[in-house]
C-alpha cells in the first residue's frame, strides 16, 4: 500500500503554488520518467516518481525589473534545499510514512549539485534517477519550466500514473524483499 499518492499530492495547495511555479508539465514529465528509469535502476517506482514530481517544488522567482534575471538565480538560487525541506513537510502533512519522507527529500536535495561551490556528490540509484529523470526533460535556456499543461489534463496523467505505481507496488516489494513500511 502507498502511503500517498501523486493525486493527493496534486491536489495540495502547496503543490498548485509551487510546483505550478516552476512548470508543472515540467513536473509530470519527470515523474513518467522517474517511473521508466525507476525499473531500469531497480528503484522503487513509488519513491521516484514522487521525488521527481516534487523536485522543482523550491524554485523562487528571481525577477528584476519585472524579467526574470538568469544571473541573480544562479548566484542565489538554492531551491534543492528549500524544495527538500517543502517536500518533506508536504508529505509529512499528508501521511507519507517518515522513513520514505525522509529518502525523497533527500532525492529532492541532491538533484542539483548547482547550490555546491564545487559539487561533486556520489549519488544512490534513487537519487541517481531523480536527477536523470530532470535531465530527459530539460530543454536549453530553462525552456522546460514554461511548458503548459491544463489542470484536467495534468490530474488525468497523474491518475494514470497512479495506477501504474499501484499495480506495480507489489511486484517491486516482493521482488526486492524490501522491508514492509506499514
Ligand atoms: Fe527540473
Known amino acids: ?58 524554485h523562487y522567482t528571481w525577477y528584476r525589473d519585472g524579467k526574470w534575471d538568469y544571473e541573480l538565480y544562479k548566484q542565489n538560487d538554492i531551491h534543492a534545499i528549500k524544495g527538500s525541506e517543502r517536500a518533506h513537510k508536504l508529505l509529512i502533512r499528508l501521511g507519507e510514512h517518515p522513513k520514505i519522507a525522509k529518502e525523497i527529500a533527500l532525492a529532492v536535495l541532491f538533484h542539483t549539485d548547482s547550490f555546491l561551490p564545487e559539487g561533486q556528490l556520489e549519488l544512490d540509484p534513487l537519487q541517481y534517477v531523480v536527477a536523470l529523470a530532470d535531465e530527459a526533460d530539460e530543454e536549453p535556456g530553462g525552456e522546460h519550466h514554461y511548458r503548459t499543461i491544463t489542470d484536467e489534463r495534468a490530474r488525468h496523467l497523474l491518475t494514470l500514473l497512479d495506477l501504474k505505481l499501484d499495480a506495480k507496488q507489489t511486484t517491486y516489494h516482493e521482488g526486492h524483499s524490501i522491508e514492509k513500511t506499514n
Do not use: W
Request: include cysteine; aromatic fraction near 10%; hydrophobic fraction near 40%.
Open 1 to 58: 500500500m502507498r502511503h500517498v499518492t501523486l493525486t493527493q499530492l496534486f491536489d495540495h495547495p502547496i503543490t498548485q503554488k509551487y510546483v505550478k511555479r516552476s512548470g508543472m508539465a515540467h513536473a509530470i514529465a519527470c515523474a513518467y520518467h522517474a517511473y521508466r528509469l525507476a525499473n531500469e535502476y531497480h528503484v522503487d517506482p513509488d519513491k521516484a516518481t514522487k521525488a521527481a514530481f516534487l523536485h522543482d517544488i523550491g
